[in-house]
């Protein structure tokens, strides 16, 4: 893992918000250029993706608050200003009444439009996730298999701690003259009693994150082909899209252990729970625009 690319003076230039960028500049580049053959205008994707970037790191912010709502009673000024701590779906479902507004707004198809973005968004997807790896959130459950991954001890200032012992890092902790940086797996391993401060690494655990950006580019690969070779009816590829990845999500998160993410039932996380409704709606919005498509023809 490598959280921090770079500093400015103190500021850290994450990997992690690097790679959200790329991917979203690669992602507006390719619907840029779908979008060019069905018609619509560059200046209106632009416009949508602006507006739904915002709309979807209010939404994001907003979920992950819920899902640590205890802790942000006590600490709600943390919660609020953290550089860090968002949640896909909270930014997915935060930025969907936005697209549908702008999309309306903008005078286009809203089939024609979902299938742009939907191709646009999993392809972002994958790579936010290669940054949730670097920046070692989102990980896997604890595991002894060859898959196991030990993420490090990672403190800021970066000061020599290999001759301190237990005590005298904790002090430093403490005195706030050391933090963890970036890596919450090695953070919550301690926190549980897992692990020591003198240890080095975390315990193995499954690289979820590198689970499911294998799994975006994968459902990519399948949208692409779909719409550029295989569709049969405008949505058609939104509705995969929908259908996909809540099913490649829910079967990831059993492997997830960042218990950051909040597990109801004793069995199922708040993400699996939403997975379940957006694959019941993928398939009514798979069974509307089919219907509508043949009742156009």
């Not at 942000?72 to 860090?84: A, D, E, G, K, M």
């Not at 509705?239 to 069995?267: K, P, T």
């Not at 996380?269 to 798979?286: A, D, E, M, N, P």
Request: glycine share 8%; hydrophobic share 50%; aromatic share 18%.
């Amino acid at each position: 893992m490598h959280p921090v690319l770079f500093r400015i003076g103190s500021f850290p230039i994450a990997l992690y918000g690097v790679m959200i960028a790329v991917g979203m500049i690669i992602a507006v580049f390719l619907v840029l250029r779908l979008a060019r053959r069905v018609g619509i205008k560059d200046e209106a994707v632009i416009d949508i993706v602006f507006y739904s970037v915002i709309a979807g790191m209010i939404g994001a912010r907003i979920l992950y608050i819920i899902v640590n709502f205890e802790d942000f009673v006590n600490h709600p000024l943390f919660y609020i200003f953290n550089r860090q701590g968002f949640v896909l779906w909270g930014a997915i479902l935060g930025a969907s009444p936005v697209v549908y507004y702008m999309i309306k707004k903008k005078g286009l198809a809203l089939n024609i439009s979902l299938d742009l973005a939907a191709v646009g968004l999993i392809l972002a997807q994958a790579f936010g996730r290669i940054g949730c790896f670097f920046a070692g959130c989102c990980f896997g459950k604890v595991t002894n298999s060859f898959l196991g991954i030990r993420f490090p001890r990672i403190f800021y200032p970066n000061i020599d701690v290999s001759k301190m012992g237990e005590t005298e890092i904790l002090n430093l902790i403490t005195r706030d003259k050391i933090s963890f940086e970036g890596s919450p797996p090695f953070q919550s391993h301690y926190d549980a009693g897992w692990v020591h401060l003198t240890d080095t690494h975390s315990l193995p655990v499954y690289p979820t994150q590198l689970f499911e950006a294998f799994a975006d580019f994968i459902i990519f690969g399948i949208l692409l082909y779909v719409y550029l070779r295989k569709k049969k009816f405008d949505g058609q590829v939104f509705a995969l899209y929908l259908l996909l990845y809540s099913v490649a999500r829910f079967i990831i998160e059993f492997f997830r252990g960042d218990i950051e993410r909040g597990v109801y039932f004793n069995f199922l996380s708040i993400s699996q729970i939403i997975c379940v409704f957006i694959f019941f709606f993928g398939l009514w919005t798979y069974k509307k625009f089919k219907r509508n498509s043949l009742v156009r023809n």
